[in-house]
Structure formats: C-alpha cells, structure tokens
C-alpha cells in the first residue's frame, strides 16, 4: 500500500482498491487522442473528492501494467 486510508482525505472512504478502479475507469474512458497525464488524473480525482498526488496515481498506474499518457495515446492514419 502506498499510503494510508487517513491520507486519501479527512473523513474519506477512499480505500486503494476504489482508488484504482477509478483510476482505470477514467482511462477506460479518456479519449486516446488525448491521453491524461498523471497530473489530470489526480485532478479529476480530487474533483471527486479523493486527495492524492500525481506520483501516487503513477504508482497505481504502474501497479496495474497500465502505460503512461504517452503509451496510450493513439494516433489517426
């Protein structure tokens, strides 16, 4: 675990698993034109309430063999 259940935000019921499923589901859903970054991806998070850092989402990212924005991005021919 990367870090504790306190440090997702007061009072939250962020767990690291439900961090991870969304994580996934959000670039499920990006467009791969334009991939997020890491960066956006923590902010649509702290949109949703959930407090973590862009370094975390990388870990979690990397935890589930998901490629960084520029190894999803997809390019029309």
């Known amino acids: 675990m990367f870090f504790s ?3 997702c935000g007061e ?3 962020w767990t690291p698993d439900a961090l991870k499923r ?3 589901d959000l670039i499920e859903g990006e467009d791969k034109q334009a991939a997020y ?3 956006r991806i ?3 998070l702290l949109e949703q309430g959930a407090v973590i850092s862009r370094r975390t ?3 979690y990212r990397e935890s589930m063999r998901i490629a ?3 190894g999803r991005r997809e390019f029309p021919v």
């Open 22 to 24: 969304v994580i996934r």
């Open 42 to 44: 923590a902010e649509l």
């Open 11 to 13: 009072d939250s019921d």
């Open 37 to 39: 970054s890491d960066r």
């Open 57 to 59: 989402v990388a870990k």
């Open 5 to 7: 259940f306190r440090n």
């Open 68 to 70: 960084s924005a520029p």
